[in-house]
């Protein structure tokens, strides 16, 4: 009897911790939508007024301050490697980046950036 009940609190406890996870992620994915997004590449960067530019594909340039709670990361590429965090002075010209962002006028807040890395030629 005592090993029945322990498997059935191990299975309750694993549907918990499944069921938080699942939710968790639920929220993730629906604050993603809350921020305006941009691609680009990297125009340039300034290590001292915390700011970077970018140009997007129709040639706009944006400009992003980044604060101590931006978020940046270098992207993986393939099976092997993974995505590393990444600061404002890895930011190199012709890098692709896409931002999410905040605010309005002309410099926004970086709120995410995700770096790729330049594209050999």
């Not at 040639?59 to 490697?81: C, I, R, W």
């Amino acid at each position: 009897m005592k090993f029945f009940k322990t498997h059935v609190v191990l299975a309750l406890l694993f549907c918990l911790i499944g069921f938080a996870s699942f939710a968790n992620a639920k929220d993730r994915k629906d604050d993603d939508h809350k921020w305006p997004k941009v691609s680009g590449e990297v125009a340039t960067v300034n290590i001292q007024a915390r700011t970077f530019q970018i140009q997007d594909p129709n040639g706009l340039t944006m400009t992003f301050k980044v604060t101590p709670e931006t978020e940046m990361e270098v992207e993986g590429k393939g099976l092997l490697f993974w995505d590393s965090e990444a600061q404002l002075a890895d930011l190199r010209k012709g890098q692709w980046l896409k931002v999410k962002y905040y605010g309005s006028g002309e410099t926004k807040v970086a709120k995410d950036v995700n770096i790729y890395p330049v594209p050999e030629r």
